[in-house]
């Protein structure tokens, strides 16, 4: 983007013009100056504003006239309050005086949703250097940019009421943290206010909106949350699937996990795969293909799948089990399917999975290790539980695919903040999608995420996301060592992505992993991993 | 806000660079916050907020300056800007009076704007501003650090610039090596401009010969609203009622604004018929809603029989002259030059 004022004509190179003197200052502080890209005629004046921060500090300024206009009885504590802060730094002294005046508190810190929407609204009148080419411009209200990249035409009102909504969400998060609930009600109150005002089909107004309820529900009944996952299994599942239709987050993880299982079974011919969370299966219709076509014939075929027990007597863990073993039969694999009911994956105990120890095994598991993360001081942390007989096992593979998020962090501001910046992400990701009713019900799946994260604690709070490299500490303390996804999985993915979705996705390799992403924010990692070794292998009690 | 102020801060971005704009506009916010509405000014926050530099006697481009005290009962100090000569680049301390070298050395003895109320010579606007003035026109420079309104009303600021022109006739190193005189000018910008028209006035029976007075925006008024001030109001950064604070401020109590400080040529003025008035250049913004004023001034001088020189600079605004990225400045400064170094002085 373009911006024409004529700072650039000498303004930030320190006034170079040598006709002209100027005191400039000695040569070091000018190289400085220049590094830093400090105007150097307002330098000269005694005011330090970088070039590329004038047009925002103009901005500003302008609205802090409107405010000293607007509030004239405020203007002598406005006076004495300024002296608390450095008038030769323009940018922030404008910045102080404004939130001064424009009550209520502000929020703790900047929060940018997209580095680049951020610069939609630009007031484009401004002086070239030629000052009798006057361009007429309105101020205020709906501008239109032409710009060379995707960037959406927010109206200046509604970026406005865009960003306020964001600072609101985050002092009411603050409150909640510091305990003030009935600021935080007030809050809530004048969100839901703004909301009316702001467009709620997408962008910031939609993941607001589910924020805003999540909060809400944290508010008003606590933190037991016990209503926010249920929805019987059928309906997780139902969700679920929208879930994968809609994005490519979960066609992502399974391809990829796929990918490594069926080079990890290279060359065996008796194969068990574990699968943490069965849900409908359908990650393994492409697995059973794959082994169907590999040279040298289908190994003998084994899945465990693992999920809750349903509640009117119908074994849908079976069914999903005979539609899979329907398909291994028209491809001639042989194939052997058991179900394990289990409401917790800490409750699952490795004899229900009857290894048998001459089969290479391939644990699986899309989005389930984060549960195991809560802490309960009355039992052993269930992670470890799980890790331990997991390697005890000795897998050939444990394909992990988590959200690449920290929303597990014990503040609930910086949990609140990067959720907010994550869902935000993934919602965007979403407008991608226009089929419905798939994105809808996606919405709702994601929407139970949020709330969990935001109005759940305890053993009720689930949704314990943590980054790759938090993963990558714990799985090695626990005795497993990487495995390389490849180049063949990145190929894979990349290529399946221009199959499957819009652009603005991103597959990144990540030291041996492979992250899904929205522009460049990867918001799903897979990466697989393998028993270390100690010679042992134990079934612990 | 009412859609006309949409428009004002439109047009005022049109024609002004975006560093000027954010310099002169928190000029503005920040003044806002220093005039009281009982016509007090806060004068400790204004020491804080104005940026300073100080005195330098190691050349910088050419130029160094350092201050003096001209007169203890007022504390009246002045900071004094030479250029460095070829033959010396750096003077040691023991040579900051070294008598200027060249034939014809002009002086500018000058009065920094602010309104009577803001500012001072050690103000990095006027700092940087002096220093430019030393460079282009190859001059000596003594920037008068002059008292200022509210808390010191008519006549202290005209008393301290003729206290500082006699100083300055009186410096031996300051003379001219062809006539041992010193070639005095009279400069100042807002109201330095105002200071200078009436401290050539206090000269003329004196017998000290001011060569030419160099008048920058200069501030002058009146009790009648005219058209400019009616039209432009608000629009470039000055507003009537900031005028008429600072004449209430500056003027005596209970005077108006047709008080000979402020109108010189008006019902209360002196007429300078036949009076040896040095010329004058006198530069007027034509988007300064006080050019009414300035323009009559100018009427006033040629009307009396006085070399007057306008330069009219269309679509500059107050101000333009600090920051040398517009072509006014270029235009105003090579003028200036031309007048402090021509023939006839």
Redesign the interface.
């Known amino acids: 983007m373009v911006l024409y004022?004529?700072?650039t004509?000498?303004?930030s190179c320190s006034?170079s013009?040598s006709?002209?003197?100027?005191?400039?200052p000695?040569p070091l502080q000018q190289r400085q100056q220049k590094q830093q890209d400090i105007?150097g005629?307002?330098a000269?004046?005694?005011?330090r504003?970088r070039s590329s921060e004038?047009?925002k500090?103009?901005q500003r300024?302008?609205r802090?006239?409107?405010a000293?206009?607007?509030s004239p009885a405020d203007?002598?504590q406005?006076?004495?309050d300024?002296?608390h802060y450095n008038?030769?730094d323009?940018a922030s002294w404008?910045d102080s005086?404004l939130s001064e005046l424009t009550q209520p508190p502000t929020c703790p810190s900047e929060f940018i949703m997209d580095p680049v929407s951020n610069q939609t609204v630009v007031?484009d009148?401004?002086?070239t250097a030629e000052?009798?080419m006057?361009?007429?411009?309105?101020?205020?209200s709906y501008e239109q940019q032409s710009l060379n990249n995707q960037l959406t035409v927010v109206p200046a009102m509604e970026e406005d009421s865009g960003i306020r909504l964001v600072h609101m969400l985050m002092t009411c998060a603050e409150c909640v943290q510091r305990g003030d609930f009935s600021l935080a009600t007030s809050c809530l109150e004048d969100m839901q206010g703004l909301l009316t005002r702001v467009n709620t089909v997408c962008g910031i107004g939609k993941v607001a909106g589910h924020f805003i309820d999540a909060l809400s529900r944290r508010i008003f009944q606590g933190i037991g949350g016990g209503s926010v996952n249920g929805g019987s299994a059928y309906e997780n599942e139902l969700l679920y699937h929208h879930f994968y239709e809609a994005c490519p987050y979960l066609k992502f993880a399974h391809f990829t996990a796929n990918q490594a299982i069926l080079e990890a079974f290279d060359g065996h011919d008796c194969v068990h795969v574990v699968d943490f969370n069965l849900m409908h299966g359908l990650q393994w219709p492409a697995l059973i293909q794959a082994l169907a076509l590999r040279p040298g014939g289908p190994p003998l075929l084994r899945l465990t799948g693992i999920g809750p027990p349903s509640p009117d007597g119908r074994d849908s863990l079976r069914e999903i089990g005979l539609r899979l073993a329907e398909l291994a039969r028209s491809v001639n694999v042989r194939f052997a399917f058991r179900g394990v009911a289990a409401s917790r994956l800490e409750d699952v105990k490795p004899w229900m999975l009857q290894v048998n120890p001459k089969e290479s095994v391939a644990v699986n598991s899309i989005m389930q290790l984060h549960r195991l993360l809560g802490s309960d001081p009355n039992r052993n942390s269930p992670i470890e539980t799980v890790l331990s007989w997991i390697r005890s096992l000795n897998p050939k593979i444990m394909t992990v695919v988590e959200q690449e998020a920290n929303h597990n962090q014990p503040g609930f501001l910086d949990r609140f903040t990067e959720a907010l910046h994550y869902y935000s992400t993934m919602f965007d990701s979403l407008e991608a999608c226009t089929v419905q009713p798939n994105k809808a019900l996606a919405e709702i799946y994601i929407q139970r995420e949020i709330a969990n994260v935001v109005s759940c604690e305890g053993s009720a709070r689930v949704e314990r996301h943590e980054p790759l490299s938090k993963w990558r500490t714990r799985l090695s303390g626990a005795g497993f060592r990487p495995l390389h996804l490849g180049s063949n999985a990145y190929k894979q993915a990349s290529m399946l992505l221009t199959l499957f979705s819009a652009e603005g996705y991103s597959v990144e390799e990540n030291d041996g992993c492979l992250t899904l992403g929205w522009h460049s924010r990867p918001l799903i990692a897979a990466s697989a991993w393998q028993a270390v070794s100690d010679g042992t292998a134990d079934f612990p009690a | 806000?009412a859609r006309s102020n949409?428009v004002n801060?439109?047009e005022c971005?049109?024609?002004?660079?975006?560093?000027?704009?954010?310099?002169i506009?928190?000029f503005?916010?920040?003044y806002?916050?220093?005039r009281?509405p009982d016509g007090t000014f806060?004068r400790h926050?204004a020491e804080?907020?104005d940026?300073?530099?100080p005195a330098?006697a190691n050349p910088?481009?050419?130029?160094f300056s350092f201050d003096v005290l001209i007169d203890r009962g007022t504390s009246l100090l002045s900071r004094i800007y030479r250029p460095t000569t070829a033959e010396e680049p750096q003077l040691n301390i023991a040579e900051l009076e070294k008598p200027v070298m060249a034939a014809v050395v002009p002086v500018i003895i000058f009065f920094h704007g602010g309104s009577f109320a803001h500012s001072s010579a050690n103000?990095?606007?006027y700092?940087?501003l002096c220093?430019?003035l030393?460079?282009?026109c190859k001059a000596v420079v003594v920037s008068v650090n002059y008292r200022r309104a509210p808390e010191n009303r008519y006549p202290c600021a005209y008393d301290d610039g003729w206290t500082a022109l006699k100083w300055v006739n009186s410096r031996p190193w300051l003379q001219s090596q062809k006539d041992s005189k010193v070639h005095i000018y009279l400069a100042g910008d807002s109201s330095g401009g105002n200071i200078a028209h009436h401290v050539a006035l206090r000269a003329i029976e004196s017998g000290i010969d001011v060569l030419g007075n160099i008048l920058l925006n200069p501030m002058f008024g009146g009790q009648e609203r005219t058209e400019s001030e009616k039209r432009l109001d608000g629009k470039y950064f000055v507003t009537l009622r900031d005028r008429d604070w600072y004449w209430r401020a500056y003027l005596p109590e209970g005077e108006d604004r047709d008080h000979l400080a402020c109108n010189p040529f008006g019902p209360n003025g002196r007429s300078l018929e036949g009076i040896k008035f040095p010329k004058s250049l006198v530069v007027v913004a034509g988007l300064d809603l006080i050019q009414d004023w300035q323009l009559a001034y100018v009427e006033g001088l040629k009307k009396a029989g006085q070399e007057v020189k306008l330069l009219y600079m269309e679509?500059a605004t107050i101000g333009f002259y600090?920051?040398?990225?517009?072509n006014h400045?270029?235009t105003v400064?090579d003028e200036i030059s031309k007048f402090v170094h021509s023939f006839n002085s």
């Open positions: 004022d004529s700072a004509l000498g303004g006034g013009s006709s002209s003197s100027s005191s400039k000695p105007d005629f307002l000269g004046a005694g005011y504003v004038l047009r500090v103009a300024l302008e802090l006239e409107t000293m206009v607007n203007l002598s406005l006076a004495s300024t002296i008038p030769s323009l404008v005086l007031s009148a401004w002086t000052p009798h006057p361009q007429v411009h309105q101020n205020i | 806000m949409e801060l439109n971005k049109m024609v002004v660079p975006l560093n000027t704009w954010v310099l506009s928190n503005k916010l920040a806002n916050l220093l009281r806060n926050l804080f907020l940026r300073k530099v330098n910088v481009d050419g130029v103000s990095a606007i700092d940087t220093r430019r030393v460079s282009l679509q600090l920051l040398p990225n517009n400045f270029h400064m």
